[in-house]
DNA sequence: AGACATGTTTGATCTGCATCAAGGCCAAAT
DNA sequence: ATTTGGCCTTGATGCAGATCAAACATGTCT
């Protein structure tokens, strides 16, 4: 066995996955010490694109703060969202150097990235760090398949109902609330990125939101304010069965 | 570097990807027996249920002969396929014990077995095998990813043609065949199962299916046996770019 | 204050696919 | 030879969500 005791070491790039989980006690300061060396920060604006499908990708990254989306686009324009990135989210692909989708930061963003050389060279010498990756990359397999779902089979109500729990759930997981009480949080997509998530255009996003409110499953206080009083009742709007796990 | 030349082995598992990819030359026979010993096969009859979800797995296994499905499933019925395994595709998840997905034979089916216990132990003490599988699974990911695009935003028509060339794809390349000429194959699923796949309703399936054989796109010898005359056509029914690589 | 841009809501109409229903094909069972 | 059952096709109708269109809300720039 490598490695020993596991803890969780705290560093400057808060929830960054790679650096954050599994860290071996013994091994730690020497690999902290290399991943330190071949990392450095980019941000961009909301709206900003971080990187174009096709485009040459020489650096994996994670999340610091912020949000981004991957999208993939069709010639007469149509899209769809394939991935949605949140603080401590990973992407790109080591063994791949284009990338497969369009990467756009859709709030002003924060990434802390590893070039993809040296990145690779450290996985092949830290083997904790490949299936530490291959946990996550397992996880998002999971998401994308009930997102599949979701698109697949879901009534448009059902969609937003099924966005909205999503977006509670990771939001109070990001916030390590309790899951008490009235859930409170902030739409970080348009509707018109909703639309896209979903597979939806933007006014059955809006006309859908509106309903949930006037049926009393949600409060909105301005467009993207968003207040759900009981949590059961929106995860009874998903269509999911209902043991789906409280928050999480 | 903890492993040297690479080379493929040939063994009777077919295209088993655990074993036939990325084994070192110097470590193989070690490795490959320490595989053999904790390996074992299962057969399937067609229809028969693999695995149900929500079920305790406690093996990972790779398809050797046969097609099987991962489909989800809503308490009202409603049913999407979320994953389409020919042989050599991998299933089952290192790090969880509960199978997510419903795992069902729809052709006669035999898989290569590990039991989780020892394959996990396995990995820990050989990294390329995390490495192999993080491969694989990135690979699954981005299929998942382009599956999300077919259901969100393509018509019923584009999912036939999309799902034709994939088949024709896989196809063609399991039996490496050359990619010119006509392009034969037969239908591994039924109306219902593409309808599974696509998110649509087995009655739309078959209306499209004519459709394209109306159109010419296709030609269709009894129900299941399909002609491609002409792939170019059949890419050009599939709503994706263009450029998007001939038969590989 | 007015003009403009961006995002959102709401209404009217259209349409692609679902739904409901009936019948055909073919292989296996009796 | 007929029945049975699984699978597939085709037709008629309905509806959820798309499309087209207009107006509203909010913030920012001048």
């Excluded at 990235?113 to 490949?130: D, G, V, W, Y």
């Amino acid at each position: 066995m490598a490695h020993h005791d596991l803890q969780t070491v705290s560093h400057e790039c808060g929830d960054c996955p790679i650096r954050h989980r599994a860290v071996c006690a013994r091994c730690e300061s020497d690999e902290l010490q290399r991943l330190e060396q071949i990392k450095y920060y980019r941000s961009y604006q909301a709206g900003q694109t971080v990187i174009w499908s096709g485009d040459r990708m020489d650096f994996v990254a994670s999340v610091v703060t912020g949000i981004a989306t991957l999208t993939q686009t069709m010639e007469d324009g149509r899209r769809q969202m394939v991935g949605l990135l949140l603080p401590s989210d990973f992407v790109g692909r080591p063994g791949r150097t284009t990338a497969a989708y369009d990467v756009t930061a859709t709030t002003d963003l924060v990434m802390c990235c590893f070039r993809k050389k040296p990145f690779e060279e450290l996985m092949q010498s830290t083997p904790h760090i490949a299936q530490r990756l291959l946990e996550m990359t397992l996880d998002e397999l999971d998401a994308a398949r009930e997102w599949m779902l979701l698109l697949g089979r879901k009534t448009a109500r059902e969609k937003i109902a099924s966005l909205l729990a999503i977006i509670a759930r990771r939001d109070a997981h990001l916030k390590l609330k309790a899951a008490k009480g009235s859930i409170v949080f902030d739409l970080p997509l348009t509707r018109e990125e909703m639309a896209d998530y979903l597979g939806l255009t933007l006014e059955t996003v809006s006309r859908q939101v509106s309903a949930l409110k006037r049926d009393g499953v949600i409060e909105l206080e301005g467009k993207r304010h968003i207040i759900v009083r009981d949590f059961d009742l929106l995860l009874e709007e998903t269509g999911d069965d209902s043991d789906g796990g409280y928050l999480v």
